[in-house]
């Protein structure tokens, strides 16, 4: 079970939200073990931690980085998102969304097209864990998303920003809205283009939430860093898939991915691994080493 004991989450979110030069300093007590920053970078781990603090390490100590492109996807055993109907709530269970929620809680800012705005108004808010919540960002190329749900809402979401490749409608926004207008390449976003938008505004850990369209974009243009596909012991059978990628003509061109797979309840985390391909360069940590 790869879920983070209390004392170790919040660890994490402390390392997360340091500066690099205070890696050093930083310390975390678990039962009978601890966590220190070793001076070649990477998690020193000393004593006997719980099995699950283990397999936490390994899951998280990739996203404790100054800059990092990570997307995920809740699905099915056969690769779908929802029903023919379009009911998705929800595929995944209590623990898988709570680990969700932990990936938005180590992002600066966490990323859904204009389609799950609409379809599914969702808050993209911390609920499930203790941590920040992330500046929620909306794709939307064709300026469809109207001002309805918490996102709209100051007093749940205290910046919003919209990335339009048209006019905006300014004044139908609420203030804590900020509306970027983005060059379109063939009707859509070039990814690089929002990367370097968001860094330029200091969220550099990016969070690639849905729908599968927008996360299959991200991996056509090799941009992500890592994809965590959250998969729930269903066979739906039919409806949308997952991911929909640049069609390739023979196997050899397709991906083959380093992976690890974790368990949370009676579901698993996939853990891929694009950085190989990525064009985008985070600063990743090393895999926690264990001393006695």
Known sequence: MAEPSPALWEGLLDLSRRAIDQFPMWRCELDNASLSWSGQGGIVVRGQPSAGDLEALGL???????RWVIAQLGQSLDGRIATATGDSYYINGPETRAHLHRLRALADAVLIGAGTAIADRP?????????PDPVPIILDPSARVE???PLFDPRHTPRLLILTGRESRRGDWPDHVE????????????????IDCLSLRGLDR???????VTVSRFIDAEVLDRLHLLIAPLLI?????GLALA???RLAEARRLPMRAYRLADELVVDLDLSCSS??????APTATTTP
């Open 123 to 131: 808050a993209l808010t911390v609920r499930h864990v203790p941590g």
């Open 179 to 194: 509306v970027v207008k983005l060059p379109l390449v063939d009707g859509q976003f070039d990814p690089t283009h929002i």
């Open 206 to 212: 990016l969070l690639v939430e849905g729908g599968g």
């Open 147 to 149: 001002a309805i749900g």
């Open 279 to 284: 064009t985008a360069a985070p600063g990743r």
């Open 247 to 249: 069609p390739i003509e």
């Open 237 to 241: 059978g039919s409806g949308p898939a």
């Open 60 to 66: 998280f100590e990739p996203l404790l980085g100054r």
